[in-house]
């Protein structure tokens, strides 16, 4: 099969006028229309999978705190060791004795298992740092170990050193390792003084080589492939994590940032949501928090667009009837609303001026981040239409457009994608006159077959939309096969075609960790060392690599009935650089001639292409062999002002045409 599409593809590098066209597809060069946003396409992360702890964010130590409820929890012990809780940080008050063993054949030791172990590559250098001191006194060695437990070899030890920690006040060490070996599952092991006693506390273990070299860094693979998609917004922090399993376990983006230290633990809502995929040891340490976040905005090029808590708890998991003990009484949700305004300052305010701008200030960011965005609630809903969503709604809008009329809001339609509490969502979101409203879709292939005009029809004069959540969910196969993703790439088009009313969609969950997820399809696997960029992500980053500036009409001769396979296009110019780009994708199982026709246009020089063949229904890109499909780069010719091509089936094809 693949073969097959491999020669079919080959003759696109050669015009053939005289075959019979199943579509000609119109490009009208001369009437450029609605600007593509920058924000169109982008991405939505969510702490689900194992995104932050244990995957984006680098941190290899588990429980660095001793704040997990269960104080021990990643760590094993051997020998004279105690928690106790009068530690140097307020909010994580739990720290580690070691202590003494009287005994020369007897040791302490903590040995830190980290996320499904720690991965760790030859030659390269490790950050162990530890607040310490010697409680009663005089001045103590720790040992510490990175370890391989499961080698044959003599010494367990693949790189080491010793740290001397020095008098009774609590003071930050550092020890850079090196790893001689590259090992999947590595352990942590720092031992005891065998004379002095030591009290440890955030025992932390990072890469040096992070994303861009932040101490308290991204690792540096995923991050590079969120650069990769040229993602052009970027949604933190979910997703049902901001509703949490209840409303004291929601998002609170305050206790996510200051130093590391004492950002308090959370319960991660995935912990509990299935039983079928349970992880009791899942908790948010908020080391990835806000700053962070706003400062990986930055780096990676999108624009940050944070979710807050409207005050409501998760409606699927508690019983909104039951309003007075689940959901914040409109009376009382002047914090919540005070979180907004202060996440806007901390964003852009004046350090001078504002607390929450000289946090951000003396976090090592003077400059404003820019926020543009903010949305308030996830996936809420109007319950038999009590209103309960957007009476709560009603009263943030008001407070957010007094205070930073700036700020674009970001409503929500629910978690459904169309009927009674959907079209409620979005009577009410117009009525409070929301700038966008997010839309989430994990529907199946018939789903996104019937779906393909969706925006078409959508009324031009109202809130614009933000496809916030979405992914094609193939029905028994939820995992990340070609044979779904071929269908978000055709359904993207409807995004692009009416880019006048549609102006962000990213694509749901981002990230997963193999041995640690709830939900999947995602855009991104990866273990403790590897990852891959699935073909869902693909289809993503072609899209965000190639919108263009502005969306051309296209007529296309044989654009497929409602639920019907066929192919689907769309077209835009660049005008920075002067390329036509159109998107053409064949959703049949066979090959479909083409004839695009650049009205407007007397000839085109060059054309470029990008191919990414779905053909082969079951392939995904998995950690062990991440490149099974990967977009192919090639050209083709026109004749004239038109190209003819053989679109394989199963194929998306993006064609870039120049004068
Ligand atoms: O992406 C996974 C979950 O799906 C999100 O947390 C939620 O918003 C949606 O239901």
């Known amino acids: 099969m693949r073969l097959r599409n491999i020669l079919l593809g080959a003759a696109m590098t050669a015009a053939m006028?005289?075959?019979?066209?199943?579509?000609?597809?119109?490009?009208?060069?001369?009437?450029?229309?609605?600007?593509?946003?920058?924000?169109?396409?982008?991405i939505f992360f969510e702490d689900i999978n194992y995104a932050a702890d244990g995957g984006l964010y680098a941190e290899l130590v588990m429980n660095r705190s001793f704040e997990f409820p269960n104080r021990l929890v990643g760590w094993d012990i051997s020998g004279n060791v105690t928690v106790r809780e009068d530690g140097p940080f307020e909010r994580n008050p739990h720290y580690l004795r070691l202590g003494p063993i009287n005994h020369g054949h007897k040791h302490t030791m903590i040995e830190n298992s980290g996320f499904f172990g720690m991965g760790i590559k030859k030659g390269a250098e490790y950050r162990f740092t530890v607040w310490a001191r010697c409680p009663e006194g005089g001045n103590s060695k720790l040992w510490v170990d990175i370890v391989d437990n499961a080698t044959m070899g003599e010494d367990q030890k693949i790189g080491n050193g010793g740290i001397d920690i020095k008098g009774k006040e609590w003071q930050k060490y550092t020890l850079i390792i090196r790893a001689s070996k590259t090992v999947e599952k590595a352990h942590l092991r720092v031992w005891g003084d065998s004379r002095v006693t030591t009290d440890v506390e955030h025992v932390s273990l990072f890469p040096v080589d992070t994303y861009k070299g932040d101490e308290n860094g991204m690792r540096k693979d995923l991050a590079q492939a969120l650069f990769d998609m040229h993602p052009g917004v970027f949604r933190f922090p979910g997703g049902c994590i901001v509703e949490g399993t209840d409303l004291e376990t929601r998002y609170q983006w305050k206790n996510t940032v200051g130093p590391v230290e004492n950002r308090p633990l959370n319960e991660n809502r995935w912990h509990y949501t299935f039983t079928q995929r349970y992880y009791p040891n899942y908790f948010q340490s908020y080391g990835l928090g806000f700053y962070e976040y706003f400062r990986l905005s930055e780096q990676i090029g999108a624009e940050p667009l944070p979710v807050l808590n409207v005050g409501m708890s998760c409606q699927y998991q508690n019983d909104i009837r039951n309003e007075k003990h689940v959901h914040v009484a409109i009376e009382d949700l002047k914090p919540y609303i005070d979180d907004c305004i202060d996440l806007i300052e901390f964003a852009n305010g004046d350090p001078t001026k504002n607390e929450w701008a000289k946090l951000r200030a003396d976090m090592g960011h003077p400059a404003p981040f820019n926020l543009k965005f903010i949305g308030v609630g996830n996936e809420q809903w109007d319950y038999d239409n009590n209103k309960a969503f957007s009476k709560r709604l009603e009263v943030f809008i008001e407070a957010i457009r007094k205070a930073h009329p700036e700020i674009k809001i970001i409503g929500t339609s629910g978690p459904n994608s169309e009927g009674r509490d959907f079209d409620l969502g979005w009577m009410a979101m117009k009525r409070l006159g929301a700038d966008l409203v997010d839309e989430h879709f994990y529907r199946s292939i018939e789903w996104f077959k019937n779906e393909m005009n969706r925006y078409d029809e959508y009324d031009r004069t109202g809130p614009k939309v933000f496809a916030g959540e979405y992914a094609c969910h193939d029905r028994g196969k939820k995992y990340n096969h070609a044979g779904a993703s071929i269908y978000e790439a055709a359904f993207m088009t409807n995004l692009e075609k009416n880019a006048d009313i549609v102006h962000m969609a990213t694509y749901a969950p981002l990230f997963a960790h193999v041995e640690g997820w709830q939900w999947r399809p995602d855009a991104i696997w990866?273990?403790?060392?590897?990852?891959?960029?699935?073909?869902?992500?693909?289809?993503?980053?072609?899209?965000?690599?190639?919108?263009?500036?502005?969306?051309?009409?296209?007529?296309?001769?044989?654009?497929?009935?409602?639920?019907?396979?066929?192919?689907?296009?769309?077209?835009?110019?660049?005008?920075?650089?002067?390329?036509?780009i159109v998107k053409v994708i064949n959703t049949t199982e066979e090959p479909k001639q083409v004839q695009i026709k650049f009205e407007g246009l007397k000839s085109i020089a060059q054309v470029r292409t990008i191919t990414l063949d779905c053909s082969d229904y079951e392939l995904e890109n998995t950690v062990d062999n991440p490149t099974a499909i990967t977009p192919i780069e090639g050209t083709t010719n026109a004749e004239g002002n038109t190209i003819n091509a053989t679109i394989p089936g199963k194929n998306f094809v993006i064609f870039k045409a120049k004068k």
């Open 17 to 42: 006028p005289s075959l019979a066209q199943d579509n000609v597809i119109t490009v009208e060069t001369a009437k450029p229309g609605a600007e593509v946003q920058s924000t169109m396409y982008g």
């Open 526 to 580: 990866f273990d403790n060392l590897r990852s891959a960029k699935t073909v869902s992500y693909h289809v993503q980053a072609l899209y965000a690599q190639n919108k263009g500036t502005n969306v051309l009409p296209v007529a296309n001769s044989n654009h497929p009935r409602k639920g019907d396979d066929g192919v689907f296009t769309s077209a835009v110019v660049d005008k920075t650089t002067g390329e036509y």
